[in-house]
């Protein structure tokens, strides 16, 4: 089964042209500045993901190719930012069971 994420819901973020700075419930404040970081950021930012999306999304976007492997370092990402608890596992969204 194929995880699915979202923003915690006490986490409070904005983006500016430095980056996305994101404060955690702790108090923490992470600081997102590369441009695949932040558009997987901004994609959770709009609606919970999967793993699959995420990485289907970053490959189009960035035009890397199917021999190039993003699923390993956004399986990362994401778990880093589960880690510090500013991402957590959710439900499939109804509307997006097929």
């Known amino acids: ?30 600081v997102l ?10 994609m959770l930012a709009d609606s919970p993901q999967s793993l699959e999306e995420m990485c289907q999304h970053t490959k189009q976007k960035f035009n890397i190719g199917d021999d190039d492997h993003v699923e390993d370092d956004i399986r990362d990402f994401v778990t880093a930012l589960s880690k510090i608890g500013v991402l957590k596992e959710c439900m499939v969204p109804a509307d997006r069971i097929s």
């Open 1 to 30: 089964m194929n995880p699915w994420f979202q923003i915690a819901d006490d986490v409070f973020f904005d983006e500016n042209i430095e980056g996305v700075f994101i404060l955690s419930d702790s108090g923490e404040v992470y």
């Open 33 to 42: 500045e590369d441009d695949v970081s932040k558009a997987v950021w901004n």
